[in-house]
C-alpha cells in the first residue's frame, strides 16, 4: 500500500502510522525470540567460531549513520575497518549487540549530538565502547538497565519507544560470549 501511486493522497498518513507499528511489532517479537533463544540455551557457546568483527561492526555503523540521519547525528568510529578483530562467537547475535546499543544512543541522544563507537584491546581482548550525548541514565537505575523490561524512568518520556528488553538480550549475549558489560552515566 505505501508503495501504490493510485492511493489517496488522504490515506498515505494512516497507511504511514500502520506501517510503524507493524515494523515495531516485528522488532519486539524479533527481539523475544532471540532472547529466548538464549535463555533457553537454543545458542550454545560451543557451537562458537572465529569470525572478523570488522564486517559487523562496519555494517552497524551504516546502519546507526542511516537511522541518525534524521535527528542528524553524527555517528563515528576509532575502528580500523582493514585490521581484523578475531573473537570466538555467534555473528548474528553480536551484531544484535552493536545494533542495539548504537541504536540506544541515537535514540535518547538530542538532534545535534555525537555518537561514537570505540575499539581498544584488553590485553588480548578487544574491547568496545559506545559514548553518547544522550540524556544520561539516573544512579539509582543504572544497575538495573540490564534487567529484563526495564527502562531508567528518564527514558519514559512520550515518543520515546522501548520496551525495556533490548538492553537485557545485550547483556545476556555478552554473558554467553564471555565478555562484560557496564554503564557509566552522568
Do not use: M
Request: glycine share 8%.
Amino acid at each position: 500500500l505505501r508503495t501504490d501511486a493510485k492511493l489517496p493522497q488522504e490515506y498515505r498518513p494512516v497507511i504511514e502510522d500502520l506501517y510503524k507499528r507493524v515494523c515495531k511489532a516485528i522488532d519486539l517479537t524479533t527481539t523475544f525470540l532471540q532472547s529466548t533463544s538464549v535463555n533457553h540455551g537454543l545458542v550454545h557457546s560451543k557451537d562458537f567460531k572465529v569470525i572478523d568483527l570488522v564486517p559487523i561492526l562496519r555494517d552497524s555503523i551504516a546502519h546507526a549513520q542511516s537511522i541518525a540521519i534524521t535527528k542528524r547525528i553524527n555517528v563515528r568510529t576509532d575502528v580500523v575497518f582493514e585490521q581484523p578483530i578475531l573473537i570466538k562467537g555467534d555473528p548474528q547475535n553480536i551484531r544484535l549487540v552493536f545494533d542495539n546499543l548504537l541504536s540506544n544512543a541515537i535514540k535518547y541522544s538530542p538532534e545535534g549530538a555525537l555518537v561514537s563507537l570505540s575499539h581498544a584491546y584488553s590485553g588480548r581482548k578487544p574491547s568496545f565502547s559506545v559514548h553518547d550525548q544522550g540524556i544520561g541514565i539516573p544512579p539509582g537505575d543504572i544497575k538495573s538497565i540490564f534487567s529484563g523490561f526495564h527502562r531508567a524512568q528518564n527514558a519514559k518520556r512520550p515518543g520515546t519507544p522501548g520496551s525495556g528488553f533490548g538492553l537485557y538480550l545485550v547483556k545476556k549475549i555478552v554473558d554467553l560470549h564471555g565478555g562484560t558489560i557496564t554503564c557509566q552515566s552522568k
